[in-house]
């Protein structure tokens, strides 16, 4: 804080502060020379400020004068806590505070009182201001005079917008550009190359009309803005729990999309009953202009017109010669062309409305009679299979008995083979079952390492969100002082401050690689933790698994079992012990730290002045007092 002080200091001076030159930080100024820089600061800012530079000897004076110097310091926009109490009774960091927003209040053009810009929102209305009281000097021009609305100014030859004669709507066309000439594992090919570097235009000759440039690539940039935006936020929701690259859950989506589309095509051609009458649009039309009584060969005006600008130059010269029709019967003849197309529209309108209908009636048909045949096929292959089942039974009744005692012995076999099979499978089901378990832990131990990675990543990923929003604002407030830099009056006092600012980045540059190290620290140290923590874990569920298998048949492995649990819970309950004891540790700091900050602001000595000035306060009342009653 030396070099802020310092700063404070100087300009102090330059306001026309008396500060000595032993002064070296704002902890040797006194309540007098605060207040009288604060009101010689508040006087630059405000020149209706009113307030005595110099302290009186009557307490309730300097009362009423802090209180009003802390009102007019709120009326500036100074928003922290204040009163007099900051004067009378200061401490340093309120005052260094205070004297910094302050000095950052102060006029920067001749004296002139102008607020710094808090934000892009106040440069713009500062802007427009501006170019509004330019224009609104400049003379007025005739219309005839203004091309597309814009006129020049005489003074400065510049041309500038007038009117709205040259205005035009937002209209967007849609823009092409090459893609993919960047990504070395793209194949282009060369007719593309050689359409991208003959055949197509710059952006700014694509679009139809010269003033839907603009329009077209701020649509083009904001509709890939867009579509990156929510790329970004399905990857983070679904992509990531997919556990797939990039490049294979594009195709996963593409694919799925694909087959989803081929499926409905599927469905609608199998329930469309004039899917095989109609091979394409066209005959579908003509259909129904063969059912409406539609006959296309007398075409409408539109076709006529069409046809004209393929016929020859000998029938252009013949048409030319024939006389012009009246508006009158033009008129006519449009009107009943009109009535005509309008009436065969309603007809084709009806027969497709009639047709829908019967595609309906019939399609619910179809799926009633569909229904039924395949239960009648249902029964008849259960009958089917009654049928052969009893035909055997008949087949085998001649000789009952010696059926019988086959059927016996088919049926012990059976028995001695399910007996057989029973053991092999105990035999293989023990294998089994361990392998399973183990595998059990195997995927347990990898589906936790997947979600902390997950974990990491997206908490990795709302960092880099984060910090891409603080470098946009931090471009914001560059290009915002540097407009101020522009603007402001070069000053040859200014090469000290740079030398000190200079330094105090240097400070800031030391202490942010230094913070850097002990977090890289802190990092190898929560990973190790958790590395290790993991490990504790995958360790105590094998050994509780291996032990536990022993423990129902040995009472030492009982023992053991029981015994490794208590270590467990034992170790458990010491690392939560050395986790408070940090967290007491941390509190312990963080309550020195509040003590020191308080020890600070000077207590003690502000107690005293307080304590001297009350009874300087009671000396007057009593004076005051004694003369009322002399009176």
Not at 5 to 13: A, E, G, Y
Not at 158 to 175: I, K, M, S, V
Not at 507 to 521: C, F, M, P, R, Y
Not at 598 to 607: F, I, M, Q, T
Request: glycine fraction near 4%.
């Amino acid at each position: 804080m030396e070099e802020v002080d310092n700063i404070i200091i100087v300009t102090l001076r330059q306001v026309g502060c008396v500060v000595e030159d032993s002064f070296k930080s704002l902890v040797d100024f006194s309540s007098e020379l605060i207040v009288e820089g604060c009101v010689r600061c508040l006087k630059l800012i405000n020149n209706d400020v009113d307030l005595p530079l110099k302290l009186p000897e009557s307490m309730s004076v300097r009362f009423r004068i802090g209180t009003a110097l802390a009102q007019a310091c709120k009326d500036v926009g100074y928003e922290r806590e204040i009163g007099y109490q900051t004067f009378l009774y200061s401490n340093v960091e309120s005052v260094r505070r205070l004297f910094m927003f302050l000095i950052e209040r102060l006029p920067r053009d001749g004296g002139e009182a102008a607020d710094e810009p808090t934000g892009f929102a106040i440069l713009l209305s500062r802007s427009i201001s501006t170019e509004v009281g330019r224009q609104m000097k400049l003379p007025w021009t005739p219309a005839f005079c203004r091309h597309r609305g814009q006129a020049v100014d005489s003074s400065n030859k510049q041309w500038h917008w007038e009117g709205a004669a040259g205005r035009h709507n937002f209209h967007a066309t849609p823009l092409l550009a090459p893609s993919g000439l960047c990504d070395l594992e793209t194949t282009i090919t060369k007719d593309v190359r050689a359409f991208f570097s003959q055949q197509l235009k710059v952006a700014s000759r694509q679009p139809h009309r010269k003033w839907d440039v603009s329009p077209s690539l701020m649509e083009t940039d904001a509709v890939k803005h867009t579509a990156m935006q929510e790329w970004e936020t399905e990857w983070n929701e679904l992509g990531l729990r997919s556990g797939l690259s990039q490049q294979d859950y594009r195709q996963r989506k593409a694919n799925q999309r694909h087959k989803s589309l081929a499926t409905h095509m599927r469905t609608a051609m199998q329930h469309s009953s004039t899917a095989t009458r109609f091979a394409d649009l066209s005959e579908l039309l003509d259909s129904f202009a063969a059912k409406g009584g539609y006959q296309q060969d007398k075409g409408t005006r539109f076709t006529h017109a069409k046809e004209l600008q393929f016929t020859q130059a000998s029938e252009t010269a013949t048409v030319e010669e024939i006389h012009v029709e009246s508006a009158e019967d033009i008129g006519k003849r449009r009107e009943d062309e009109l009535e005509a197309l309008t009436g065969k529209l309603e007809q084709i309108n009806a027969e497709l409305d009639r047709m829908e209908t019967d595609i309906k009636r019939y399609t619910t048909n179809t799926g009633r009679i569909s229904e039924m045949a395949t239960a009648l096929h249902r029964k008849n292959t259960e009958k089917e299979d009654e049928c052969k089942i009893k035909k055997k039974a008949i087949e085998m009744l001649p000789d009952a008995e010696g059926n019988i005692l086959k059927l016996q012995e088919i049926v012990e076999a059976s028995a001695q083979r399910v007996v057989a099979l029973a053991q092999q499978w105990e035999q293989r089901r023990q294998a089994l079952i361990t392998k399973y378990r183990e595998l059990k832990v195997t995927n347990a131990s990898k589906m936790t390492d997947t979600k902390r990675m997950l974990e990491e990543i997206k908490i990795l990923r709302e960092k880099i969100t984060d910090a891409t929003k603080d470098v946009r604002s931090k471009e914001e407030l560059h290009k915002q002082l540097v407009l101020e830099h522009e603007r402001l009056t070069q000053d040859i006092s200014r090469s000290s401050y740079t030398r000190r600012i200079m330094e105090i980045v240097n400070n800031i540059t030391k202490q942010k690689s230094e913070i850097g190290k002990v977090l890289a620290d802190t990092r190898l140290l929560q990973k190790e933790i958790n590395t290790l923590t993991g490990q504790l874990d995958r360790t105590y569920t094998a050994t509780d698994e291996l032990i536990f298998k022993d423990a129902k048949r040995d009472e030492m492995c009982r023992s053991a079992y029981k015994m490794l649990a208590s270590l467990h819970e034992h170790f458990s309950e010491l690392v939560k012990s050395v986790e408070d004891t940090g967290a007491t540790l941390r509190e312990i700091r963080e309550l020195e730290d509040q003590i020191e900050n308080e020890k600070k602001k000077s207590v003690a000595e502000n107690l005293e002045k307080i304590s001297k000035d009350h009874e300087d306060i009671r000396q007057e009342n009593k004076e005051l007092s004694a003369r009322l009653k002399a009176k």
